[in-house]
């Protein structure tokens, strides 16, 4: 068996003991581990060797919920895994992973007990990755989520199928497209939201989320006015306050530690 192990290093997400005894047990056992600093960020630009690992017999991938790594995989695969068995370390509902896969109890072990900083240069381990995913169980293609995205995160393949061609183009911090999907098939792995970050919830939590809204209730009025006002008020020598884009509501309020950060080179709203 092959463990593929994503630390979730840059928002620990992930339950940081889980993940520690899931190593020692793996450790302390005969199988394959193989760790990644950051999945969305590794599956962003792709990895032909771990897309390989992913793609062999006996593969698990545990990390933070089912949905979001299932299209982790897919992206890195090129193509659905449904043979690939996902461990969810996010949820604390979810059953210890080293029992799940029939693990031995691991060893008591002190070091390294402040968090996985013990396993340096992994992949991933340099870039906070956000950006959309497409549940390819879901999707149906109608072209909402490129629609609505302002940053070409989106494109359309020969075939009419809607993918994230630009990831790196997204905004940090800003799930928008997923509120607009009607078959809430965008993914946000990284967002605090379980109804866009692919915990498996039920249809009659989906029923209070906040998914599947009209334009209008994201963006409280006219995006084109709200984007004309911005660019004004941010032109040198304005002095003006830029007004918020998104209607006030329309996202949770991000962690006391997380403030959204304009990646290098990207768009800024």
Known sequence: MTVVLC?????GLVDGQ???RLRRALRASAHRLVEVADLCAVAATGDAALAQVLQAPSVVLCGCHERALRSLAARLAGRPLPALRCLDLRD???PEPAQALGLPDPPDDTAGASGPADTPGLPGAGDDAWYPLIDLERCVHCGQCQSFCLF???TRTAAGAVTVAQPRQCKTDCPACARVCPENAVIFPKCPDEAINGAALTAE????ARIRLEPSQVFGGDLRARLAARRAAAAPGAGATAPALFRPGAFPEPAADRTAVDRPGGPAL
């Open 7 to 11: 630390q979730c290093r840059h928002r």
């Open 18 to 20: 889980r993940l520690r």
């Open 92 to 94: 604390p509902a979810a």
């Open 152 to 154: 070409g995160v989106y």
């Open 205 to 208: 939590q989906l029923a209070g």
